[in-house]
């Protein structure tokens, strides 16, 4: 099913850097290059995910307590794009008025900013499209810009229950099938990282074609 990959010194992920963080949308830098957003529930191996595409272990904060990283942090790839990771969502401790306002931060982002080329959205493969997985799809949805999803934790299932979550998961998103594309990932395993360069390096192509 996957095929295992070493990491390639020309990855497009390879030396992206920390470059800035903010609370709050009007912290955000001036658009200065195509973002690649990436979202997920807390817990679903958001920050593990940006670390493995990049290669490192240690650029996106990986907390032992999902929900505690709140802000929206960029790094910029060496083609001047940004990933942009933004706050996980759904964790049941945090406090509602912080719940409230990162989902309107969320919100805001996903639907006004105009230099995002694009949304990675990170479930974990054994509890895909969550309620609020679904409401990162209605905000951005609209924009009629592309989605990709990564089924993250992969490598703890077997490999014809991945199978199935695969392809339970682009069944249930067929409706949106021109729009969303979908596919397994492991951190662990560096399963996948390959596939979705593939995907997020086309979008960049789009976005510089664009301009």
Known sequence: MFRRRQFCPMSLFVNAVFAISAEKLS?????????????????????????TLAG??????????????????????RNGAFMVD??????ADVPDKVRRHWQSVLSAYLTRRESICGLVLIMDARRPLTDMDRQMLEWFGPTGKPIHILL????KLTRSEAASVLRATRDELAP?????SVQLFSSLKKNGVEEAEKVIGGWLGSAAADE
């Open 86 to 91: 933004l706050p996980g969502y759904g964790y």
């Open 176 to 180: 949106w099938a021109d729009q969303v």
């Open 56 to 77: 490192r272990t240690r650029l996106a904060f990986v907390s032992k307590t999902p929900g505690r990283t709140q802000l929206i942090n960029y790094f910029r790839l």
């Open 27 to 51: 912290d955000l830098p001036p658009p200065a290059g195509a973002e690649i957003a990436f979202a997920g529930r807390s817990n679903a191996g958001k920050s593990s995910a940006i670390n």
């Open 152 to 155: 993250t934790k992969a490598d």
